[in-house]
């Protein structure tokens, strides 16, 4: 049997941790902050399941992920539609028919290809290099610089033409009337919240959990005493950042309890102009139906921020320079660091989404048991 140490109670930390447990191994892990879950954790304000780390959707197309997470928590048929808000105007999101109806008033799908490759021409068919390029090559002009430019300024504090394409290509194009923000078979948000699904997956016998612990206060004398550790933090502090500084994007949040029912009338509306500083507003309790305290209603602006050591890192910034040197760090641990796991956005620097999360973790988990 072996002895591990998880840093980090985030949602891959506990999978692995759930899977190590189930097969027998000991395991213990360690969390920085007071609290469990990482940036899943929500927690309950006047009956109202408040996303602590921003809006947090569950959507996957690998029924492997979805049947497993079912064991954790029962899930509603949440479907996120987003609205964007441009000024004042309101505009359907992802970009699909109601989007293209409002903005042109083009009512089938042929008027709206027809409008998006006359504003695409700009490009002069070239292929697309940048994030710019690529949502001009998407959806034309217009819509790019009403609902993606500002946005994605503010978000990622760089300009559209310095920011890789892939990351526009989250979002789906449609040619249909269907404001379902995924194109994944399976979506939906887990009735009383994301904290209960790693509390039941540490709940495990074979798991012992230490919060406020920070893993670089003694990290000599974890790696000597433990047989394996799984390190979901970042995997460039790990080498206390001998290849050099990944680059990272941090958030501030700001949450209030308003004493109203409803206060935007959506989970999440967007404001994709450049000047209004936050990038989103979310309404918790649309996450579950209006769940929650009469005449309560708990909202969170979410403001992008830059990232400097000491801040939470909650993207990273996968250009071509960064993901060099994630290699160069990967190669390095290979080497240098052969009884460490890396796992997780962080630890493997990726956009992951939670579903590629525990995925990830699974797949980690097959080689790590051979099964
Ligand atoms: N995006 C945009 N306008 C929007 C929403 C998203 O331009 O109203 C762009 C932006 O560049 C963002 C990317 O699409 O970084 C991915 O959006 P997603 O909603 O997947 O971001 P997340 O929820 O992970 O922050």
């Given at each position: 049997m072996t002895n591990y140490l998880i840093v980090g109670a985030g949602l891959f930390g506990a999978t692995f941790a759930y899977e190590a447990a189930k097969r027998g191994h000991q395991v213990k892990v360690i969390e920085k902050r007071n609290h469990i879950a990482g940036n899943i954790y929500t927690k309950e304000v006047h009956g109202i399941q408040v996303h602590q780390f921003g809006a947090h959707i569950f959507h996957t197309s690998n029924k492997e992920v979805w049947d497993y997470v079912q064991q954790f928590a029962e899930f509603n048929r949440y479907t996120n539609a987003p609205v964007a808000n441009y000024n004042g105007e309101i505009y359907n999101l992802p970009f699909n028919m109601n989007t293209f109806n409002k903005l042109w008033g083009v009512v089938t799908p042929q008027e709206a290809m027809a409008k998006i490759e006359e504003q695409k021409a700009v490009l002069g068919g070239k292929e697309p290099e940048n994030l710019e390029e690529q949502a001009i090559s998407l959806i034309g002009t217009d819509i790019y610089e009403k609902l993606i430019k500002g946005y994605t300024e503010k978000q990622w504090g760089r300009k559209a033409t310095e920011l890789p394409a892939f990351i526009i290509k989250r979002l789906p194009v449609r040619?249909?009337?269907?404001?379902?923000?995924f194109n994944d078979l399976y979506q939906g948000i887990p009735m009383g919240g994301y904290t209960q699904i790693v509390e039941k997956m540490l709940g495990h016998e074979n798991i012992t959990v230490e919060t406020g612990v920070d893993f670089f206060d003694k990290k000599d004398q974890y790696l000597a005493e433990f047989d394996k550790v799984v390190f979901t933090g970042m995997i460039d502090q790990f080498f206390n950042y001998e290849l050099g500084e990944l680059e990272y994007r941090s958030l501030r949040f700001e949450t209030e309890i308003l004493d109203?029912?409803?206060?935007?009338?959506?989970a999440v509306v967007n404001y994709?102009?450049?000047?209004?500083?936050?990038?989103r507003i979310i309404e918790h309790k649309h996450f579950e139906?209006?769940?929650?305290?009469?005449?309560k209603t708990v909202i969170t602006r979410e403001y992008p921020a830059d990232w400097q050591r000491g801040d939470e890192p909650y993207y990273p910034v996968n250009n071509e320079r960064n993901n060099e040197m994630y290699q160069a760090y990967k190669a390095y641990a290979a080497k240098n660091a052969s009884n460490v796991i890396f796992g997780g956005r962080l630890g493997q620097y990726k956009y992951y989404n939670m579903d590629q999360v525990i995925a990830a973790a699974l797949e980690i988990v097959r080689e790590e048991f051979k099964g």
């Open positions: 040619l249909t009337y269907d404001n379902n923000y109203e029912d409803n206060y935007q009338g959506n994709t102009d450049a000047e209004t500083p936050y990038t139906y209006g769940k929650g305290e009469k005449g």
